[in-house]
């Protein structure tokens, strides 16, 4: 997205409050939030299979070894 894109201008609406046309910007400008909405999108990523039996809890109390088939 180039910088025309993405920017946005600011107004001021019926009831007195100062905003932006469209929120190209997401909500925040400059790291900094100029006060609509904000639209994020977030990954998360899974934490890695490793492959070593490992003692675990499985509540409330019973605790078993996690082991992946194939792996002693």
Same mark, same amino acid.
């Given at each position: 997205m180039t910088g025309s894109e993405h920017n946005d201008e600011f107004y001021m609406d019926e009831h007195g409050r100062i905003r932006t046309r469209t929120?190209?910007?997401?909500?925040?400008?400059?790291?900094? +939030?100029?006060?609509?909405?904000?639209?994020?999108? *977030?990954? &998360?990523?899974?934490?890695?299979?490793?492959?070593? +039996?490992?003692?675990?809890?499985?509540?409330?109390? *019973?605790? &078993?070894f996690f082991v992946l088939p194939g792996v002693k």
């Open positions: 929120n190209r910007s997401g909500g925040i400008q400059g790291g900094i +939030s100029n006060g609509e909405v904000i639209n994020m999108k *977030i990954a &998360f990523k899974p934490t890695s299979t490793i492959a070593v +039996s490992t003692l675990t809890l499985c509540l409330p109390s *019973i605790y &078993f």
